[in-house]
């Protein structure tokens, strides 16, 4: 069966760092690009960052400059690195992997950063 596991989301200072991680595993076809989304309470999910296949990435504005977003396509996993964590970085943050036909997400993963 397919399954997107993440980890490392938790609570962290304002000003800290945290690494999440992601592993795809049982796609029936070629991935595509990943990516991280979030959503906080009462806001809509939004794009976090992205990275295709040959490694090129986009972000959010918002976070552009402190979040890193990286792949290891042998193992099917991406990451986001976050640095320079803002209070309104707080939200749960979604892993998702586009292939030709299905879209496939994870489960989330709270991030909570503390002033």
């Known amino acids: 069966q397919v399954s997107l596991v993440e980890s490392g989301g938790g609570l962290v200072q304002a000003g800290g760092s945290l690494r999440l991680s992601c592993v795809a595993s049982?796609?029936?076809?070629?991935?595509?690009?990943m990516g991280w989304y979030r959503q906080a309470p009462g806001k809509q999910r939004e794009l976090v960052a992205v990275?295709?296949?040959?490694?090129?990435?986009n972000y959010a504005d918002s976070v552009r400059g402190r979040f890193t977003v990286s792949r290891d396509n042998a193992k099917t996993s991406v990451f986001l690195q976050m640095s320079s964590l803002e209070t309104e970085d707080t939200a749960v943050y979604y892993c998702?992997?586009?292939?030709?036909?299905?879209?496939?997400w994870g489960q989330g993963t709270q991030v909570t950063v503390s002033s």
């Open positions: 049982g796609i029936p076809f070629k991935i595509r690009d």
């Open positions: 990275i295709t296949t040959g490694g090129s990435t």
């Open positions: 998702k992997v586009t292939t030709a036909f299905a879209e496939y």
